[in-house]
Structure formats: structure tokens, C-alpha cells
């Protein structure tokens, strides 16, 4: 039990475009989700957190009109990253918990802009 | 603000053999948990072992235990009879009761010779 998926696994975007990651609890229901990046050989960092139906809270220092964020549903967030340039390049990873449980973690979504 | 400190960047061991990892962290509350993630090359985070503050007693997992030792503020991380599946990034991370967020280390990478 406690499956996360994240859509694609793999993106490449030309600069100036957005892309959209999805993140779904398979099986539970997510009360909250968070996203975070992490760069090659560093550790997570927390970008936002959401709830369902309600506006994500973002980190300091994370833009939010560049990183739109989604949780329209109890098994489903979205991240989107708005005109993307290479500096945006990383990997993107969301976690989901429901109530009174810890984070599970997606397996992850690698983001290339050219 | 809590921080975790994981004072070794890479660990290597031998098959078969022990290997602990260090994690330190800092914190002024008294009710919190602690966690140990493991990330493959795959980079889908695993969670090991977790360990409730206000239980004295050390978590185990199989071959992993920690050795929580809280007014040091110190959180390691045993692995026995090692196995080159467990060569990995290892994060230790720490949660307050009264939070959702996740406070992570820079991790350590842990490489397991034949």
C-alpha cells in the first residue's frame, strides 16, 4: 500500500514553454502533498506544501507564480512549471500523506529544458 | 529553526560487514520523529527506519537499527551483514509533532564493495 505515482518520469521542454508534472496517491487518500527539487548529489528541498482544495503554501524563496500548483483532489496534485528556462532544469519529486501518517514518497520526475 | 547535520558525505563498506551512519540535529522541541531515507540510483526515496522521540527504545528493521540517543541529539544509522543493495544516498530526516514538513540532511552516499 502507499503507492505515489508521478507523470511524466522524464520531460524535455524548450526554454519559454511550461509543463505540467502530475502526482497521484494510488491508493489512499492524500490530505496533503508536497513538492520538492533536488539537484544532482544534493538533498530535497521542500518547495510547497498543499492541501486539498485550498492554495499551497510555498517555501521562501519559491516563486510562486512560476511553480503553480494544484491539489484538486484528494489523490491527485499537479505542478506546473511556467515558462521554463534552463535554470529550471532538476528533478522534481512530490510526496503525499493522509491523516496521521508519514510522507510517501513519487518516484520522481527529471526535468530538461534545452 | 531545526537543521540535521550528517557529518559524512560517503561511507563505503564491505559486503557482509557493519557500517553506521551518523546524523545529528537540532531542536528545541521535546516531541518529534526521526527518519532514515534511502534513495537508490533509481532516486525513489524509501523510508527505512523511523524513531518516536518519546520512545526510549531504539527502532528496528531487519538488518537496520538506529541508536537514538536524544539528549545528545544524535540519531545513527546501523546497517548489518551489508548488501550491495544497499549502496545508496541516505538522508536522515527529522519531523516535529506539530508539523508536517520534513527537515533533511545533505545525505550520505553509501558505497558497498563486493
Known amino acids: 500500500g502507499a503507492v505515489v505515482s508521478q507523470h511524466p518520469s522524464w520531460v524535455i521542454c524548450k526554454s519559454g514553454t511550461s509543463v505540467k508534472i502530475e502526482c497521484r496517491s494510488l491508493d489512499f487518500q492524500a490530505t496533503t502533498m508536497f513538492w520538492y527539487r533536488q539537484f544532482p548529489k544534493q538533498s530535497l528541498m521542500l518547495m510547497a506544501t498543499?492541501?486539498?482544495?485550498?492554495?499551497?503554501?510555498?517555501e521562501q524563496g519559491v516563486e510562486k507564480d512560476k511553480f503553480l500548483i494544484n491539489h484538486a483532489s484528494l489523490t491527485l496534485s499537479t505542478l506546473t512549471v511556467t515558462s521554463a528556462h534552463p535554470e529550471d532544469s532538476s528533478f522534481y519529486i512530490c510526496?503525499?500523506?493522509?491523516?496521521?501518517?508519514?510522507?510517501?514518497f513519487g518516484p520522481g520526475t527529471r526535468l530538461t529544458v534545452t | 529553526a531545526q537543521t540535521v547535520t550528517q557529518s559524512q558525505p560517503e561511507m563505503s563498506v564491505q559486503e557482509a560487514e557493519t557500517v553506521t551512519l551518523s546524523c545529528t540535529y537540532d531542536?528545541?522541541?521535546?516531541?518529534?520523529?526521526l527518519f532514515w531515507y534511502k534513495q537508490p540510483p533509481s532516486r525513489q526515496m524509501i523510508l527505512v527506519i523511523r524513531?518516536?522521540?518519546?520512545?526510549?527504545q531504539n527502532a528496528t528493521e531487519n538488518r537496520f537499527s538506529v541508536n537514538f540517543q536524544k539528549a545528545a541529539k544524535s540519531f545513527s544509522l546501523k546497517i548489518s551483514d551489508s548488501q550491495l543493495g544497499d549502496a545508496a544516498m541516505y538522508f536522515c530526516?527529522?519531523?516535529?509533532?506539530?508539523?508536517?514538513?520534513?527537515?533533511f540532511g545533505k545525505g550520505t552516499k553509501l558505497t558497498v564493495n563486493p
Open positions: 524513531q518516536e522521540a518519546y520512545k526510549q
Open positions: 530526516a527529522y519531523r516535529s509533532r506539530r508539523s508536517e514538513k520534513l527537515v
Open positions: 531542536t528545541s522541541e521535546s516531541d518529534y520523529y
Open positions: 510526496s503525499a500523506r493522509a491523516v496521521l501518517s508519514e510522507q510517501y
Open positions: 498543499s492541501n486539498e482544495g485550498s492554495k499551497a503554501t510555498y
